[in-house]
């Protein structure tokens, strides 16, 4: 079983940047495609970044230019570095695998964009 820990989520003004983080435990972590989620107040969760093993990356149309995903196979962990952020990005920030049956979810990072 992989276990999540998220971070690097706060408020932060329209316009601005932050890099969240995601640490997972176990030793295959380098073989799986990752993605990262987001859960709005209301909504249903939503993949909006992933990236597999090689490096090559997709993104939703509507972080597309603005957020980028990368991972250190080293460290375990996979980041998503949001800029230009808008109010429509707040949201509670998951990883988890990209494909195939997800692991349980960690506990989240929220992101509030607000004034």
């Known amino acids: 079983q992989v276990q999540f820990v998220e971070s690097g989520g706060g408020l932060v003004q329209p316009g601005g940047s932050l890099r969240l983080s995601c640490a997972a435990s176990g030793s295959i972590f380098s073989l799986y495609d990752m993605g990262w989620y987001r859960q709005a107040p209301g909504k249903q969760r939503e993949l909006v970044a992933t990236?597999?093993?090689?490096?090559?990356?997709n993104y939703v149309d509507s972080v597309k230019g603005r957020f980028t995903i990368s991972r250190d196979n080293a460290k375990n962990t996979v980041y998503l570095q949001m800029n230009n952020m808008k109010p429509e990005d707040t949201a509670v920030y998951y990883c988890?695998?990209?494909?195939?049956?997800?692991?349980?979810w960690g506990q989240g990072t929220q992101v509030t964009v607000s004034l």
């Open positions: 990236i597999d093993s090689s490096g090559n990356t």
């Open positions: 988890n695998k990209a494909l195939g049956s997800l692991y349980s």
